[in-house]
């Protein structure tokens, strides 16, 4: 029985042989070495080729069906992909990229209308980009899954339209402050849905212009009351110019209060310069229930030397009346 066995093994192989390898050269210049073919065409294998426009490939595989298959390519300008198949029907997938410049990518694969998907990159200076998928045609010029700086920031869900608009989902910053809904405009005006920092803040609707000018559809932060905390919300805090002959601007709040009681609440503000706090004081207070106010903070410490001063609102001191 195995002697049976072995036999129609052999037989098998025979049937199946190769030819010898060879080298040759196409009449285009192309330029094989190491070719051999199986006996029943289902299957070459090249060592390697050389295209007459210096790109090269080496190990590669070709099938039957079209499919072409190589461990390596080398491209004159110093591009290298390693695991490149190019199926029949026209898309390429390959396992790695490497740029004369350093940038790697990862599980590529490229379709025959332009479109390129990339598992992963890897820059230089890294930065890593996650199923990033960029368009030949239409409005959208690339989406990136996710984005990882090297600070520790991540950005989620990012779209760059061909206008130059850029959207994000979502983004967290090392210190614990998330962002969701951006969007940077063409010309330099960010839009975010909502901001949430470490300390419970939150921030709706805001507006940075790129003249420096910050608007704040509304703001949330949490006071506090003994074990009691009673939220004031910032429905504005826009930043005005006094008169147009004035470098400074001047912050123009809107504030109600939310407590549960009817009380008293001060809010505190401060001028803050390059981190540096410059100037600060109680810029209102707010009462009874729901109630609203509306103040001009004083802004002497924005036009006396600190032009680039930005209002930040900081304690906030409760008393029940």
């Known amino acids: 029985m195995k002697q049976m066995i072995i036999a ?17 050269q196409l009449p285009d210049g192309t330029k094989i070495f190491g070719e051999r073919t199986f006996n029943d065409g289902s299957l070459r294998e090249i060592v390697r080729v050389e295209l007459p426009n210096g790109k090269k490939k080496f190990n590669v595989t070709l099938l039957a ?3 072409e298959k190589a461990e390596r390519v080398e491209y004159p300008d110093g591009d290298k992909w390693f695991d490149v198949t190019n199926l029949p029907d026209g898309p390429v997938k390959i396992g790695r990229i490497e740029l004369p410049n350093g940038v790697k990518k990862f599980d590529v694969t490229t379709l025959p209308d332009g479109t390129e998907k990339i598992g992963r990159a890897e820059f230089t200076d890294g930065v890593k980009w996650f199923d990033y ?11 990136t899954g996710r984005e990882e700086l090297p600070n520790g920031t991540k950005w989620f869900d990012t779209t760059a339209f061909r206008d130059g608009t850029i959207t994000t989902g979502r ?10 809904d951006m969007t940077r405009l063409p010309d330099g005006t960010l839009k975010t849905g909502r901001m949430e920092s470490p300390d419970g803040e939150k921030y709706f609707d805001v507006i ?3 003249d420096g000018t910050e608007k704040i ?3 949330v932060k949490a006071g506090r009351d003994d074990s009691r905390s009673n939220p004031v919300e910032i429905l504005s805090a826009n930043r005005e110019r006094p008169n ?4 400074a601007f001047m912050p123009v709040l809107m504030v109600r209060n939310n407590s549960a009681e009817n009380r008293e609440i001060q809010v505190r503000w401060y001028a803050i310069d390059d981190g540096v706090t410059v100037e600060q004081g109680i810029c209102y207070t707010v009462g009874p229930l729901l109630a609203q106010s509306t103040t001009r903070v004083p802004y002497n410490s924005l036009v006396l030397g600190h032009p680039n001063a930005t209002i930040k609102l900081g304690a906030i001191e409760q008393h029940a009346e």
């Open 8 to 24: 129609v093994s052999l037989l098998l192989l025979a049937g199946v042989g190769c030819d010898k390898e060879q080298d040759r």
């Open 65 to 67: 069906d079209g499919t």
């Open 133 to 143: 998928t960029s368009f030949r045609d239409g409005p959208v010029k690339s989406k």
């Open 171 to 180: 983004g967290e910053l090392p210190n614990g402050a998330k962002k969701f």
């Open 208 to 210: 940075q212009l790129p």
């Open 217 to 219: 559809g509304r703001e």
């Open 244 to 247: 147009p002959m004035s470098a």
